[in-house]
């Protein structure tokens, strides 16, 4: 019996805790960053249990650092002290340079940061940053309708690699 071979951990991709799926639907997302979240004991178990909510939440740059506003973190049920508030503002830890090479792009007018998802790494909590522009209507109906030709597209392929022709 043969083995599957195993992918080496640097190559795999960690699972998401979470993803935000309106932000790519809301943004077109120009460029992507990984940073570390500093986080609370209570605030990595909730995580870890999946209660994150990233909707309606964005990045800031404030004095030479960068802030995760509005994310939601439900509190850990199983404390009893030490319970931190749900949507205080979460430092992100970049690099010194990254930030410096974001803060322009930021200040740029249509662009911000949008968390795309949350993930473990290893023991660390990490979030994928994209830098994003705000998508107008019409872009979101291409979009929708790119989709939708591409499904019936591979439907047409799929039923003609089976043998079922429609139409002859």
Known sequence: MKRKKKK??????????????????????LDTFQAGIALTGNEVKSVRDGQISL?????????????????HIAPYGKTGFDRPEPRRERKLLLNRSEI?????????????????RVYFKGPWAKVELGLARGKAF???????????QKREMDRALASRRRGNRKGR
């Open 100 to 116: 410096r090479r974001l803060a322009p792009r930021v200040i740029e007018r249509g662009c911000t940061l949008v968390p795309l």
């Open 8 to 29: 080496s951990r640097k190559t795999q991709k960690p699972d998401a805790v979470v993803q935000n799926k309106k932000a790519r639907h809301r943004f077109n997302i």
């Open 138 to 148: 019409r872009d979101k109906r291409d979009d929708i309708r790119r989709r939708t």
């Open 55 to 71: 909707d309606e939440s964005y990045a800031r740059i404030r004095d030479g650092e960068i802030f995760l506003v509005d994310c």
